[in-house]
């Protein structure tokens, strides 16, 4: 069989479970090692000149990984970028990419280091197609410096028609994804798909994420983070429906008095409360699968 010259998704996919479906697997410390390897050399990425007035003036930014992707003509890609946070000033930025894992640029983007522990799930679950470098949302809280940010990490990605990737729960780092610093919750969103995680202003413990289950908080006892709380309610037309997307709405910026939760289900509506409690569908987003009219500048999604 010839080797292929580009991008091959059905290959890596037919790879990916069977190196992980039997006796002959990968051994149990080959990702530790090839992890600790890619970590130990960041990647140094020259920008492009930016475009003349006029032009469409978008730069690339990386992390460049794929020989022959899957665009036109078969460039050099990074894949599917679903979920990026950016600090105050714009140079500390985190990206969580669709099987790439997470990501960190302590300058803007010029170069880029990769922050992923091996991880793995509770055994039998969710199967051997779980992957932690799965990453479908991604929320950070931005301290005064790297070492204060906290990360959390929505694993698993979602894409119709069941082609998205399983995750195996939520990461979390309290030092900026730095080694041996993430650890486990919300394992029982293992299998699941993320689409966006949203961190509260006033209380950087309360995490909200938007699943392919439904909507899940994290508990404030961190005795019980294992398993993260579903949002129920009688407003939504199905508890366990696909929720496509979640922001929270703060006027006042963190004082708490105007403070709106938003989520979006999937072919179904939006809904809005005060507090995670009650709920209440919004009329004028009807039929809608997307956030789409909400002032970026009047928002806080992480």
């Not at 990968?26 to 090839?34: K, V």
């Not at 640029?105 to 039998?124: H, M, N, R």
């Not at 995680?197 to 289950?213: E, F």
């Not at 006892?221 to 696909?242: C, E, K, L, Q, Y």
């Amino acid at each position: 069989m010839a080797r292929a010259t580009h991008d091959d998704p059905g290959g890596r996919s037919a790879w990916f479970h069977r190196s992980r479906g039997g006796r002959r697997g990968l051994p149990a410390d080959a990702f530790l090692q090839a992890a600790t390897a890619r970590r130990a050399a960041p990647s140094s990425l020259a920008r492009a000149a930016p475009g003349v007035p006029g032009t469409a003036n978008w730069v690339p930014l990386g992390p460049f990984a794929i020989s022959g992707g899957q665009a036109s003509g078969h460039p050099v890609v990074s894949g599917r970028v679903e979920a990026i946070a950016a600090g105050p000033g714009g140079n500390r930025v985190y990206i969580g990419a669709a099987d790439g894992g997470v990501w960190f640029s302590p300058d803007g983007g010029g170069t880029w280091e990769v922050l992923d522990d091996f991880a793995t799930t509770t055994p039998g679950r969710p199967g051997p197609a779980a992957n932690s470098l799965a990453v479908g949302a991604l929320a950070v809280s931005f301290g005064a410096d790297r070492a204060a940010d906290q990360v959390f990490v929505g694993t698993g990605e979602y894409q119709p028609g069941d082609k998205g990737l399983f995750g195996i729960g939520v990461r979390v780092s309290t030092s900026g994804g730095q080694p041996g610093s993430w650890t486990l919750e919300a394992t029982n969103l293992a299998g699941l798909g993320c689409t966006k995680m949203a961190i509260d202003p006033d209380n950087r413990a309360l995490v909200v994420v938007a699943t392919t289950q439904g909507l899940f908080k994290r508990p404030a006892d961190p005795a019980t983070r294992a398993t993260w709380t579903r949002i129920n309610s009688p407003a939504f037309t199905n508890n366990a429906g696909v929720v496509s997307d979640l922001l929270i709405a703060d006027p006042d910026l963190g004082a708490g008095t105007d403070k709106t939760y938003y989520a979006a289900f999937l072919n179904d509506g939006v809904y809005s409360s005060p507090d995670l409690v009650t709920w209440t569908r919004v009329p004028a987003a009807d039929d809608s699968d997307q956030l789409r009219s909400m002032d970026s500048r009047r928002s806080i999604s992480t």
